[in-house]
């Protein structure tokens, strides 16, 4: 029973990304890879994960008929994987790990007092991610039973059951149900 974290994103344009693996590619040459998957990576093993699956690594894009029999298994990688972690923000990497910084919540600082704008709603910032404009990457999340996306402002964990937003005033505890 092999416990893994997937990765749901949006290849980048750069020269490095669109190059997929090979079968000969020494995976120590990490200089190469996206730093979106690096971040996914340390995540992984900060969270106690040992394997990430990730498309772009995990089917070799070459070999259209290996290609073919993962793309086949896609609804399986997905819903079989513990979490899926889902990078929804613009740019490169997954905003707020190995010291990328999310977008600040403007705030004003009144005497003692300071005054927070709201975030706007998580499922405004997806809806509105080109994460959330491509068929596979929709997909993906559709099929994932716990998903952790990185948003521009904030880091959301959804599963069947809950929607909780990093920056939600109401507690944890009040929102699981109660066990017997």
Not at 64 to 91: F, R, S, W
Not at 107 to 115: E, H, I, K, Y
Not at 129 to 143: A, D, I, N, P
Request: aromatic share 8%; net charge negative.
């Amino acid at each position: 029973d092999c416990k893994y974290i997937a990765l749901s994103y949006v290849w980048s344009e750069s020269p490095s990304s669109t190059m997929p693996l090979s079968e000969t590619m020494d995976m120590t040459e990490l200089h190469e890879v996206p730093q979106v998957i690096k971040d996914c990576m340390d995540l992984a093993v900060s969270l106690g994960y040992r394997y990430v699956w990730c498309d772009r690594y995990c089917i070799n894009q070459d070999d259209e008929e290996k290609k073919a029999a993962q793309i086949a298994q896609m609804d399986l990688i997905y819903a079989q994987a513990q979490i899926t972690v889902i990078a929804a923000a613009p740019g490169d990497g997954l905003r707020g790990i190995n010291g990328s910084q999310r977008r600040r919540q403007p705030g004003l600082r009144v005497n003692d007092w300071t005054v927070l704008s709201t975030l706007p709603h998580p499922a405004h910032t997806i809806n509105a991610s080109k994460w959330k404009t491509r068929g596979w990457t929709y997909q993906e999340g559709l099929l994932s039973v716990r998903r952790l996306i990185f948003g521009e402002h904030q880091v959301i964990f959804e599963c069947n059951g809950i929607s909780c937003a990093e920056a939600s005033v109401y507690p944890l505890a009040k929102m699981l149900p109660e066990e017997d």
